[in-house]
């Protein structure tokens, strides 16, 4: 990768575009490929920009009335949790790639660096806790022999996306008789974590 990129500004600004901005994924992604400028060649971009992706957030709505039906969420869960993990190549991806897992903590602190976020058990050992995703393969497929650095900004970018777009399957499924919000973050188990918004009875608010 061009050590005139800057990837660690990149990231930050992404997600704090999404946070603060409420960008969605073609907004930021475009903002991606900006910030790496000439780091990334034209078809590259083009590749990028082609990968589907809006098919995946109704696939996943439905992964995830599927979880809460079989592992339902602990009734002392106080936040969310959208955890970056690195995967191996397998039989299903011939790359290593980047894919979230998701996981409800029983406490919350957005002053602690995210501690809390080690706390998380509600999906531990379920068979459903890695949805199985393509849209993350293929970002890696394109982008791997740029760098991991851009295949996981764009994951981490899209994951908080798909959060924010998952929100309102939260609002269906959970319960807010003792909450009445849950705190949703995004971010690597060995990284930084990004406190993106709330779900809500109404869906998602970024406040």
């Known amino acids: 990768m061009n050590a005139e990129v800057n990837y660690f500004n990149i990231q930050s600004q992404v997600m704090q575009a999404i946070i603060n901005n409420r960008a969605g994924f073609p907004e930021v992604r475009e903002e991606i490929i900006k910030g790496y400028g000439n780091a990334i060649p034209g078809d590259i971009a083009d590749t990028i920009r082609s990968i589907e992706y809006e098919s995946t957030y109704n696939d996943l709505r439905e992964w995830l009335r599927d979880l809460v039906r079989i592992d339902p969420p602990p009734n002392d869960m106080q936040a969310l949790y959208f955890g970056l993990a690195d995967f191996i190549p397998n039989e299903g991806s011939p790359v290593e790639y980047v894919q979230f897992y998701l996981d409800g903590s029983p406490s919350f602190d957005p002053d602690d660096g995210g501690e809390w976020a080690c706390e998380c058990s ?86």
Request: hydrophobic share 35%; aromatic share 16%; charged share 15%.
């Open 122 to 207: 509600w999906t531990y050992g379920s068979n459903l806790r890695y949805p199985v995703c393509s849209t993350y393969v293929n970002f890696a497929k394109t982008c791997n022999d740029l760098g991991n650095q851009l295949t996981f900004t764009i994951s981490q970018a899209f994951t908080a996306c798909l959060a924010i777009e998952l929100a309102p399957v939260f609002a269906e499924i959970l319960s807010f008789q003792t909450h009445d919000r849950y705190p949703i973050a995004v971010g690597h188990d060995s990284g930084d974590l990004y406190l993106i918004g709330y779900a809500t009875p109404d869906g998602f608010n970024h406040r």
